[in-house]
């Protein structure tokens, strides 16, 4: 799926797939797929597989993160070279998510499958556990935070209302300050809003 400066949406999944085993002439591949944040998840995620299938020959594995699907790896782990990362990714692909990892542990079964076979066997263990998982959409947001005195309490209240926007943080006295979350594509006309609106200031909370 294309991804343009547009998009303000991205898909992941909500929960750890459940375990799945693809077999072909001994081997055993199991496939896992695990949502994740950063790449300290990834290699927590990792050791512990490592652990579970400790007589494991390969665990191979592939990542994509970031809301806009700007990073990623692919890894063959001492297979033959883009026979297991890369059917792995394209299967990330494929269903189109990010912020995913998806991991194939293979037992070796005495036979060799060829590099052909091999592609087939992770990707079939990498789409099945993906199969498995619930997939959600979830959207790209922007933060903004609004500083204001008391007496415009009101009509910043019922901007948020009316634009059905979300408060992240809000600290009311005398001088208020609210933190709120906007869909990336409203961002742009919201800060406009606000800006425009007599004694409340707005500033983007990442700048």
């Known amino acids: 799926m294309e991804q343009t400066s547009e998009k303000d949406t991205y898909r992941t999944i909500a929960r750890p797939s459940k375990e799945v085993l693809f077999k072909d002439r001994g081997s055993k591949f199991y496939g896992y797929a695990f949502p994740v944040t950063s790449e300290t998840e990834i290699e927590e995620k990792l050791d512990l597989l490592k652990s579970k299938h400790h007589k494991a020959r390969h665990w191979c594995y592939a990542w994509q993160l970031g809301k806009e699907y700007e990073h990623y790896r692919a890894n063959d782990d001492g297979e033959p070279s883009n026979s297991a990362g890369m059917p792995i990714y394209g299967q990330l692909q494929s269903f189109d998510l990010t912020n995913t990892l998806v991991v194939v542990v293979r037992y070796f ?10 592609i087939q066997a992770y990707k ?4 099945m556990a993906l199969d498995t998982s619930k997939i959600v959409t979830r959207t790209i947001n922007e933060e903004f935070v609004l500083k204001f005195e008391y007496p415009e309490m009101n009509t910043v209240m019922r901007i948020i209302k009316e634009e059905d926007l979300t408060i992240v943080e809000q600290t009311m006295e ?3 300050s ?12 919201i800060f406009q809003l606000f800006r425009d609106t007599y004694k409340v200031q707005v500033k983007n909370v990442a700048s």
Do not use: D, M
């Not at 079964?109 to 091999?118: A, R, W």
């Not at 079939?124 to 789409?127: G, K, L, R």
């Not at 609210?178 to 006309?189: C, D, G, L, Q, T």
């Open 109 to 118: 079964g005495g036979t060799k499958l060829g590099v052909g076979g091999l």
């Open 124 to 127: 079939a263990a990498a789409q």
């Open 174 to 176: 005398l001088s208020c």
């Open 178 to 189: 609210i933190i709120i979350s906007v869909r990336k594509k409203e961002a742009e006309r």
